[in-house]
């Protein structure tokens, strides 16, 4: 297991986003995170990867403790947040650079590892224009290359295809099916379709709680 979360509780307040929350991912196998709006999936996502503090409960991230050793854990790890904020002044190779960055990388580690991305997230063609001119399937190609700048073995995609158009769908799917060979990938999403088109394992979340975690297949079979 390259993933595991354990009996994760999150409070905003009073209110209990989180309640024990347990899975764990495996590599090259999508994990579909499901559940309806207000779930607490944005909430496991934004703790798996530093970005909130948990009330209780762990994360392993390789066998190391996420919680405790954010900087370890952060080369490790590739975030495609909801609603992918870009900035959309900034060219796209200047962005990926810039991302590139903030990991530490040498410069001319980031020069090649900019120009890989670019060939294998589809953006060749729009590299020297700005994020703003983009149409928001190839800002989501951008999200994708900024979250795979470092080479991260772990990825959590949070609602990456949602508000796509039917051909943009396709081929972002197709593109996280590909990132996802050599990688433990998290995909979470409200929509059951989704899951059931590129997810090896489904989770699902309501209300805070896991409902059910296991292979695409035996959810099926059961249903
Ligand atoms: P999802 O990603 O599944 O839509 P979230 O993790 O965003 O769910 O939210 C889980 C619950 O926590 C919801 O009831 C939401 O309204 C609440 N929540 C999320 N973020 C905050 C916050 N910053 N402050 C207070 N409540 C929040
Ligand atoms: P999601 O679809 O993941 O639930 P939202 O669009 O509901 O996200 O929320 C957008 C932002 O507002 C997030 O950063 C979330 O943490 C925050 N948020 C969500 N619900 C609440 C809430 N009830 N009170 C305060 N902030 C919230």
């Known amino acids: 297991m390259s993933l595991e979360v354990s009996h994760l509780s999150k409070f905003y307040g009073n ?14 196998r999508i994990l579909g995170f499901l559940g309806p709006n207000g779930a607490g999936k944005s909430t496991t996502m934004k703790i798996i990867t ?5 009330d209780a409960g762990q994360v392993k ?42 990991y530490g990388m040498r410069s001319s580690h980031i020069r090649s590892r900019v120009e890989e991305l670019v060939r294998k997230t589809g953006l060749s063609t729009e590299q020297h224009k700005k994020i703003g001119q983009l149409s928001k399937g190839y800002r989501q190609r951008v999200g994708l290359a900024r979250a795979l700048i470092h080479d991260p073995q772990v990825v959590i995609l949070d609602e990456p295809t949602t508000g796509l158009d039917p051909n943009q769908l396709v081929e972002i799917r197709n593109l996280i099916c590909e990132i996802a060979k050599n990688k433990t990938l998290i995909f979470s999403t409200h929509i059951m379709q989704e899951v ?4 090896h394992d489904v989770v699902i979340i309501n209300k805070g709680r896991i409902l059910a975690a296991s292979p695409l297949s035996e959810l099926k079979a059961g249903s």
């Open 196 to 199: 059931e088109a590129i997810c």
């Open 61 to 102: 991230i390789l066998g190391e403790n996420a919680l405790e050793n954010p900087k370890f854990v952060s080369p490790k790890i590739g975030y495609l947040p909801e609603n992918n904020p870009l900035y959309l002044d900034l060219y796209v190779r200047e962005f990926l650079e810039f991302s590139g960055g903030l």
């Open 15 to 28: 209110q209990k986003a989180l309640d024990e929350v347990s899975f764990s991912a495996t590599p090259g």
């Open 50 to 54: 530093g970005y909130l503090s948990a």
